[in-house]
């Protein structure tokens, strides 16, 4: 089962770990495991949890009043949040939710899902961006099994993203896109040929692995 450090929590949440603390004390809205060290330790559902209230509460809804709520009542108010902003922030926390799920084509089917109700153009800027950054898959080569897997997956809908995009003006720059070397940052580098696509710009794409004598 995947555990999670509170850390992990302040990352993915935004949520100050001495905040999180503070609602297991007063609220007893978290239930955390101990190690041998008594650090505290959180399952999937959890992080879960503290993902839901985080967005509720920036929301307008009060943690005293939220530690009292049924999943229920917490699942119908989730579902009223209907703007761009909250649904692009419903859409990181599943993805969040899902990159930890152990079934291969989890993550895949929830951004399958999540392009059901936004563009490409919106999946892209407003919520694949944020949650690499948010994980770190942006800029850092991925370590664990879950995050290859995820990669994966992204990297199929920047590709799509590239390949659909029309072009509504053009400039006269050229910019020309390559790694050095095989590490895993790839996601970085089709993003900005998405991202410079959109404006126009003439991209030369030439991957990774690029030598100075190919180059």
Not at 31 to 42: G, H, K, S, V
Not at 143 to 164: F, M, Y
């Amino acid at each position: 089962m995947k555990s999670f450090s509170i850390n992990d929590l302040e990352k993915y949440s935004g949520v100050k770990s001495h905040t999180l603390r503070a609602w297991e004390r007063r609220y007893n809205l978290l239930q955390p495991l101990r190690t041998t060290a008594n650090f505290r330790i959180y399952d999937l559902e959890q992080l879960k949890k503290v993902l839901t209230i985080s967005l509720l509460k920036k929301n307008g809804h009060r943690i005293s009043k939220l530690s009292l709520a049924s999943e229920l009542w917490i699942e119908n108010k989730v579902s009223t949040l209907a703007n761009e902003q909250c649904v692009c922030e419903k859409a990181i926390n599943e993805l969040i939710i899902n990159m930890y799920i152990p079934v291969p084509d989890s993550f895949e089917k929830a951004l399958d899902k999540v392009l059901l109700t936004v563009s490409v153009d919106v999946l892209v800027e407003k919520i694949l961006f944020p949650f690499l950054n948010i994980t770190g898959l942006l800029c850092m080569g991925h370590k664990q099994i879950e995050q290859h897997i995820v990669v994966v997956s992204i990297r199929k809908k920047l590709i799509l993203a590239i390949e659909t995009t029309i072009l509504s003006k053009k400039t006269d720059k050229s910019i020309l896109l390559f790694l050095p070397d095989a590490r895993q940052l790839d996601l970085g580098l089709l993003y900005t040929y998405f991202f410079l696509k959109r404006r126009g710009i003439h991209v030369v794409y030439l991957g990774t692995e690029i030598t100075l004598e190919n180059l």
